[in-house]
């Protein structure tokens, strides 16, 4: 007899091939002392599922247990099957290698990827029991984001699916036709990977890595998995305990993200640099000086009578000069510098502080292409090579959001500014995210430079190639 608590559906699989390996993982602050990470596969699915499959399990537990509630079940079984599907403490995955025993790349992370999922799908929807066919990006979404943290974690270069910002990109600027907002009925979803996985998945990384921070997010999380464990939440539930666990408002993005299919394009329109005037004398009369020079270097007359006048009547002639022929505006009078300290007697110490930085002011107009208000990532690199990084937070949008200016001040120079440097907002156009703009590789030269792409290298066989090479050949006797 077999039987199970607080489970809302049951599988079992049976073969007399089966191998059954376990082993004992400590959940901290599970109800269950040792809980027990299985599978269960035939001999062909060696040695792939007999090194990673068990393991795997273990680590899904264990991760998602630190980001959601301990795991409360006995067991997690994974049994080597065609497909991925999920059950309450049983799931069934693929991952069989060639016959010689080696495998592609796509074949052991595909495998992993698939554990990863339908184990973490004990959390959604076993024990938060969302409605699957009225929200599948309830389930879907949540573990596939829990899926991305899992992955990794395993591994730093993971090849994962969903997550990241820049996956999302392509599916986001398609065509509106062939889009839903994720607040979707299932059963009218056009495209469910991207709408009910991938694109809630993007949508709470970002949350957690751009507008929230890990921490933040991280608690709020865990509080609505601790809320919702074996009970029925909706969309709003995760949204409301998102918003009050975290103390953060995030109505705007819940509209933006989940119920429309706008996507983020912000443009970085113009970056105007302005100068104080200090009223310095010492300053300012160089400043000018060098400046009706330079206009005057420039000017196309001045320089075509350098050409051809061979002597002006002034030149030709000495005695035309006056004083106005030596005097130069721009050259400190006397009377210039009691001027100066009387204007800087006459202001506060907040004014005279402004003036003592010595700063460049740059103010940025920015403007938002593609409805999704976000945060502003900036990078500012200086004229002297270095950089820094500043955010500000999306509420800079809320008086107006289609377009805004911002100042910033800096002690040195600025040369460029980059919107979005890290690829965590999914900007669906980087060509507007320059100032001054700069040449965006095409993707046939993106190809050309980044040699294969980590997809079309998963179709080969480099193991199975490795090891025909140490093999003896046969045809020397
Ligand atoms: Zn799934």
Not at 233 to 254: C, Q, V
Not at 351 to 356: D, L, S, T
Not at 450 to 465: D, N
Request: a negative charge; hydrophobic letters at 35%.
């Amino acid at each position: 007899m077999y039987k199970a608590d607080n489970v809302r559906d049951f599988a079992f699989g049976s073969s007399r091939k089966f191998i059954w390996d376990a082993m004992g993982v400590k959940i901290e602050g599970s109800p269950v002392p040792t809980v027990m990470a299985m599978s269960y596969y035939p001999k062909e699915a060696n040695p792939l599922y007999g090194h990673l499959s068990t393991e795997a399990v273990a680590h899904t537990l264990r991760v998602y247990s630190k980001h959601t509630i301990p795991y409360p079940y006995p067991v997690a079984i994974s049994v080597e099957a065609s497909n991925g599907m999920e059950y309450p403490m049983i799931c069934f995955n693929y991952g069989r290698p060639e016959k010689d025993g080696t495998y592609s790349e796509r074949v052991k992370y595909g495998m992993l990827g698939v554990i990863i999922h339908e184990v973490g799908h004990n959390f959604f929807p076993m024990i938060v029991n969302s409605d699957e066919r009225q929200w599948t990006w309830m389930d879907e979404g949540l573990n596939s984001f829990c899926q991305f943290l899992a992955e990794q974690e395993w591994d730093r270069n993971f090849p994962s699916n969903g997550g990241q910002a820049r996956n999302i990109v392509g599916y986001m600027k398609a065509d509106k036709e062939v889009q839903n907002p994720i607040m979707t009925n299932s059963e009218s979803i056009i495209r469910f990977g991207p709408n009910a996985y991938t694109k809630p998945a993007t949508a709470l990384n970002i949350l957690r890595e751009t507008v929230m921070g890990r921490e933040l997010f991280d608690f709020a999380f865990r509080e609505y998995a601790r809320r919702w464990a074996f009970k029925h939440p909706t969309p709003y539930d995760l949204f409301r305990t998102m918003e009050d666990a975290s103390g953060i408002d995030l109505d705007w993005y819940w509209r933006g993200w989940f119920f429309t299919t706008d996507n983020v394009d912000i443009s970085l329109d113009a970056v105007t640099e302005f100068r104080l005037d200090t009223k310095n004398p010492e300053v300012e009369k160089p400043l000018a000086s060098k400046r009706s020079k330079e206009q005057l270097e420039r000017d196309v007359t001045y320089q075509n009578n350098k050409r051809d006048i061979a002597a002006t009547a002034v030149e030709r002639n000495e005695a035309l000069k006056d004083f106005y022929n030596t005097y130069d505006p721009n050259a400190p009078a006397p009377t210039d510098k009691d001027r100066y300290e009387k204007y800087i007697a006459g202001l506060g110490p907040k004014e005279r502080a402004i003036i003592e930085a010595k700063k460049n002011y740059y103010q940025l107009d920015l403007s938002n292409e593609g409805g999704l208000v976000m945060p502003l990532v900036l990078k500012f690199e200086f004229e002297d090579g270095t950089s820094e990084i500043q955010r500000i937070p999306a509420e800079i949008w809320r008086m107006n959001d289609k377009k805004i200016s911002k100042v910033f001040a800096f002690a040195k120079p600025v040369k460029q500014v980059i919107l979005e440097p890290q690829e965590e907002t999914a900007d669906v156009n980087v060509e507007n995210n320059y100032y001054p703009r700069r040449p965006i590789p095409s993707r046939f030269e993106v190809f050309k430079q980044e040699g294969f792409t980590r997809g079309a290298s998963m179709g080969s066989k480099p193991m199975q190639q490795a090891q025909q090479q140490k093999k003896p050949t046969a045809a020397i006797n």
